[in-house]
């Protein structure tokens, strides 16, 4: 993971205030703002994505592809994320 890649956390206000990666923007794809956010966002840029299991940000995932965006990559849950990247929780 470089400096530019972007961390989206698709979750809950909630589940982020209960704990997310260090430097994660929160966009709540339930709440529909992975789908508002995506015409401002770089489709350029490097996105690394989690929620609580993975489906949600799966489902992020390819609302993001079919947008033309094209380096993505799903880390599943917030553990999952962490221990891929080696980032710490914040609590």
């Known amino acids: 993971m470089d400096d530019d890649t972007i961390i989206l ?3 809950t ?3 982020y205030a209960s704990g997310h990666l260090a ?3 929160l966009l709540d794809y339930a709440g529909g703002e992975v789908a508002a956010a995506v015409p401002h ?3 350029d ?3 690394l994505l989690y ?3 993975g489906n949600r940000s799966g489902q992020a995932l ?3 592809e079919r947008a033309g965006f094209t380096s993505l ?3 599943g849950s917030l553990a999952d994320a962490a221990d891929a990247i080696g980032l710490p929780i914040v609590r």
């Open 41 to 43: 966002l770089d489709p």
């Open 9 to 11: 956390d698709v979750r």
């Open 45 to 47: 840029a490097d996105y």
């Open 51 to 53: 929620c609580r299991s």
């Open 73 to 75: 990559t799903n880390l």
């Open 13 to 15: 206000p909630d589940e």
């Open 23 to 25: 430097g994660a923007r």
């Open 62 to 64: 390819e609302l993001m």
